[in-house]
């Protein structure tokens, strides 16, 4: 429970009740039935779903992970069986659980992306819509979503007059300056920030004169990642008044509490439930033992504690 020990565990996250503030990172813990068999999700304080998009999608030819040295190297591609049967089958089995659920949504045009998004929330089983902006516009040549601050902010302005759930934009870490692109999807209306995505990266097998990945190249994601979801949780929050929510590489409590302090009112865990899928409840009890050890009542306490302790 949240308040064992007397120490609180529980946030609000665009007024979103969570029980603690860890979720599972999109494309890290399936739609949930899998890893139901290995963890009680309602260990969870939630869960952001696989991409969904309009039609059912294969994803990108194998291999499709790569291990680093302090991450991994993936090109899944955005593969999921497409809208009708996500709301079908995997929604209405999430919603049974004491779990709030964040479909992340891509798309390839505008379009498409306004049509999954309304969909998922005229379902009413989702308690919010991810915004998966990076992907190619295949209306504008394949340019990312997230290359111009423009387009990012014209596409969340679309999606947003067909969302009545809170609207959170999910960014990679290298963007033009993270303050204009959040300032930017701030205006355009988003309720919360995802923060971050993979960042672009690639390997080569010298023997076999190949890349590692089917795809050529892929995004990187785990401990390599998190410093810089770090600093990038650092620069939004100072950019704009939204709650974040922090992933990159969290591996430890620690991690978690970097990225609390830096700004983020919850985090998400990716790359370490392949490895560790019971790593959110072990996350949570090594939590309360740090708020404890460090005389902190609630997690709020931390959230954007370097700013109010004058750093910038
Ligand atoms: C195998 C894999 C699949 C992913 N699929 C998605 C996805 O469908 N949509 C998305 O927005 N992010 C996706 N991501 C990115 C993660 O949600 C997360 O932002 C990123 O991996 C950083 O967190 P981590 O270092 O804890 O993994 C994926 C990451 C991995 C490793």
Redesign the pocket.
């Known amino acids: 429970m949240g308040t064992a020990e007397g120490v609180d565990l529980r946030v609000e996250i665009a007024g979103i009740p969570l029980k603690n503030p860890f979720l599972a990172?999109?494309?890290?813990f399936g739609n949930g039935r899998e890893m139901s068999e290995l963890v009680d999700l309602e260990a969870l304080g939630g869960l952001?779903t696989?991409?969904v998009t309009l039609e059912p999608c294969a994803g990108n030819p194998p291999p499709r992970?790569w291990e680093t040295r302090w991450?991994?190297l993936?090109s899944?591609g955005?593969e999921n069986k497409g809208l009708e049967r996500f709301l079908s089958e995997d929604l209405p089995w999430l919603s049974g659980f004491d779990l709030p659920v964040w479909v992340?949504v891509?798309g390839f045009s505008v379009r498409e992306y306004v049509e999954v998004a309304s969909a998922v929330s005229r379902s009413g089983l989702a308690a919010a819509v991810?915004l998966?902006i990076?992907c190619p516009n295949v209306e504008r040549g394949g340019a990312h979503f997230s290359r111009h601050p423009g387009e990012t902010a014209g596409l969340v302005a679309r999606v947003r007059e067909v969302v009545d759930i809170p609207l959170f934009v999910?960014l990679p870490p290298l963007t033009v300056g993270m303050g204009e692109m959040a300032r930017a999807v701030a205006e355009a209306g988003a309720d919360g920030l995802?923060l971050?995505?993979?960042i672009p990266a690639m390997a080569v097998d010298v023997e076999r004169a190949c890349p590692r990945l089917g795809n050529v190249t892929g995004?990187l994601?785990?401990p390599a990642?998190?410093p810089v979801?770090v600093h990038a949780v650092w620069e939004a929050s100072g950019s704009v008044d939204l709650p974040v929510i922090g992933?990159?590489?969290?591996w430890s409590c620690s991690d978690a509490v970097e990225l609390f302090m830096a700004g983020a009112g919850a985090v998400?865990?990716?790359?370490?439930n392949?490895v560790e899928p019971r790593a959110v409840p072990r996350l949570v009890e090594e939590l309360r033992g740090f708020m404890s050890a460090n005389g902190y009542l609630t997690v709020t306490e931390m959230v954007g504690l370097l700013r109010r302790k004058g750093w910038r």
Do not use: Q
Not at 247 to 250: H, K, P, S
């Open positions: 990172c999109s494309g890290t952001m696989k991409a992970l991450g991994m993936n899944i955005l992340n891509a991810e998966n990076s999910k995802s971050v995505n993979t995004g994601s785990g990642l998190h979801a992933m990159g590489g969290v998400a865990v990716g790359t370490l392949l």
